[in-house]
Structures are given as structure tokens and as C-alpha cells.
């Protein structure tokens, strides 16, 4: 294994241990909305909430609860710490340079400085079983950004 993929490795693993965002914040008042998503071929679910900030596109928290593995756990612990301060389209494009790496097989490296933390999970595109782990708080933070906006 090289140094990038141990580098890598433990990331998601600090992650998965010290989660950034769980618990779901309260939004009363607030532009927010919530989405559930659920991986029925490994057990996985999160409920996420996205807020707002008020009057801009610019979120201002995400935050989630659920159970799952190490790799769909740390993923919404590294999205959670990401996206706060990011327009809506800002985070749109990052969700997509995401998924784009996910489902290269491998084939896509990526750009760290786009996606931070989040390149930790390049290694999980070899394996198409574990793509919906790392995108399952991806896709409902998705779903949850376009509702408040709308």
C-alpha cells in the first residue's frame, strides 16, 4: 500500500471514529429541508438535514444521523465538514466531481484540491459494492440542498 493510500485510509477512518455533523440540528425558522436514504444491499441509512443560510444560497450546516459502515459513516462525517459556507451550485459541483470519481473505477484521480478530504475515498471506486456506501449522505444532501432551495 503506498503512503497516499495509508494517507488516505486513515482519513476515512478518523473520520468514521470522530464524526463531524452527527446529530440533527434543528432548523425551525430556518430555509432547511431533510432527506432519508437508504442502502437496502448493505443495511446503511441516514437521515441529513441541509440548512440554509437565510435569504443567500450559501449553506450554512449539514447535518445527519444514522448507522452504517466505516466508509458511508465517514463520508457524511467529511461532507458535513466540507460543505458549510458553499453556495448551493458550488456544492453541486463538488457532489459531482465526487460521484464522477466514485464511479470511474479507478480511472479518475483525484483532484484534492477541489475535493479535500473527500479524495480519501478514491480507493472505494475499485469496488462498485461500496460506491453507494460513500455516496448514500452524498445523494441525500443532494436531494436536501435542492429542496431548500426551492
Not at 461500496?130 to 431548500?148: D, F, Q
Request: net charge negative.
Amino acid at each position: 500500500m503506498s503512503g497516499l493510500e495509508q494517507l488516505y485510509q486513515q482519513i476515512i477512518l478518523e473520520h468514521s471514529k470522530q464524526r463531524t455533523g452527527e446529530g440533527l440540528i434543528e432548523a425551525e425558522g430556518k430555509r432547511a429541508a431533510s432527506n432519508h436514504q437508504y442502502n437496502p444491499t448493505c443495511g446503511d441509512e441516514i437521515n441529513l438535514r441541509v440548512i440554509l443560510k437565510d435569504q443567500e444560497e450559501v449553506i450554512e450546516s449539514i447535518s445527519w444521523e444514522g448507522n452504517g459502515c466505516s466508509i458511508s459513516m465517514a463520508a457524511a462525517s467529511v461532507l458535513s465538514e466540507m460543505a458549510p459556507g458553499m453556495t448551493t451550485q458550488e456544492f453541486q459541483a463538488l457532489v459531482d466531481d465526487f460521484r464522477e470519481m466514485l464511479r470511474s473505477r479507478g480511472t479518475v484521480e483525484p483532484d484534492e484540491e477541489v475535493l479535500g478530504d473527500a479524495a480519501a475515498f478514491a480507493g472505494v471506486s475499485r469496488f462498485v459494492a461500496r460506491v453507494k456506501c460513500a455516496m448514500l449522505s452524498w445523494v441525500a444532501a443532494e436531494e436536501a440542498a435542492k429542496e431548500a432551495s426551492a
